[in-house]
Nanobody
C-alpha cells in the first residue's frame, strides 16, 4: 500500500501548481487533499464526498483549487491556481484501502508548497 505525492515546489503569488498522488498496492478510494502549515493543525483542502459523487472545498480555496482523479493511472490531482502566500503548507493526500472486512486510511508522505509574496 503506497501513496506517493509529487508536484510541490516554490511559486510566486498568483502562480499555479498541480499536485499528484499515485496510489498502488490494493483496492482503494481516494478521499482528498489536506494541508498543514507550520505550527498549525492539518486541515481539509478538497475532498470527495462519500460515494465520490461530488466534492467539498475549504472556503479559502474555493474557485482556485480543483480536485480530480485519473482512474486509468490510479492518480489524484489537485490543480492550484491563483496561489497565495497563505497557501504555503505541506500537502498530503489521503485514501482508504480495503481488505476483506476492513477499511483503513492511508496518507502520503507530503509535498511542500511554498508561495512567495
Amino acid at each position: 500500500v503506497q501513496l506517493v505525492e509529487s508536484g510541490g515546489g516554490l511559486v510566486q503569488a498568483g502562480g499555479s501548481l498541480r499536485l499528484s498522488c499515485a496510489a498502488s498496492g490494493g483496492t482503494f478510494s481516494f478521499k482528498g487533499w489536506y494541508r498543514q502549515a507550520l505550527g498549525k493543525q492539518r486541515e481539509l483542502v478538497a475532498a470527495f464526498t462519500s460515494g465520490g459523487g461530488s466534492t467539498n472545498y475549504a472556503d479559502s480555496v474555493k474557485g482556485r483549487f480543483t480536485i480530480s482523479t485519473d482512474t486509468r493511472q490510479n492518480t489524484m490531482h489537485l490543480q492550484m491556481n491563483s496561489l497565495k502566500p497563505e497557501d504555503t503548507a505541506v500537502y498530503y493526500c489521503k485514501a482508504v484501502f480495503y481488505r476483506v472486512g476492513t477499511a483503513s486510511d492511508y496518507w502520503g508522505q507530503g509535498t511542500q508548497v511554498t508561495v512567495s509574496s
